[in-house]
């Protein structure tokens, strides 16, 4: 499967922004999917991550620092994944990553853990000033 992350910009603090993830190959409809993001000179870090809905209902996890303010969602018709951001600081400026990992059953705990993931897209620049 093939990410496009999208969405990315300049923003000032406070300010929103929705990153999108296109999908293809696949379906996604059985993947985990995440978001990461990665500041310069800094490791690649979770943010958010949501389960495959299968015969489930769907979860969603959220790093601490985001929680509250970013919300991760799917549309598994369109083979998309979105994370609605708000109320953005200055530290939540990065390379923000969407990824895929492909599971058998929707039961399977959703990683948290970038090694978890199988498909990674290129990414998009969040830049939020003060």
């Known amino acids: 499967v093939q990410l496009q992350a999208s969405g990315g910009g300049l923003v000032q603090a406070g300010g929103s922004l929705t990153l999108s993830c296109a999908a293809s190959?696949?379906?996604?409809?059985?993947?985990?999917m995440g978001w990461f993001r990665q500041a310069p000179g800094k490791e690649r870090e979770f943010v958010a991550a949501?389960?495959?809905?299968?015969?489930?209902?769907?979860?969603?996890y959220y790093a601490d620092s985001v929680k509250g303010r970013f919300t991760i969602s799917r549309d598994n018709a369109k083979n998309m994944v979105y994370l609605q951001m708000n109320s953005l600081k200055p530290e939540d400026t990065a390379v923000y990553y969407c990824?895929?990992?492909?599971?058998?059953?929707?039961?399977?705990?959703?990683?948290?853990?970038?090694?978890?993931?199988?498909?990674w897209g290129q990414g998009t620049q969040v830049t939020v000033s003060s």
């Open positions: 990824a895929a990992e492909s599971v058998t059953n929707p039961l399977v705990r959703v990683k948290i853990e970038s090694g978890g993931y199988d498909y």
């Open positions: 190959g696949r379906t996604i409809s059985r993947y985990h």
């Open positions: 949501i389960s495959w809905s299968g015969w489930s209902d769907t979860r969603t």
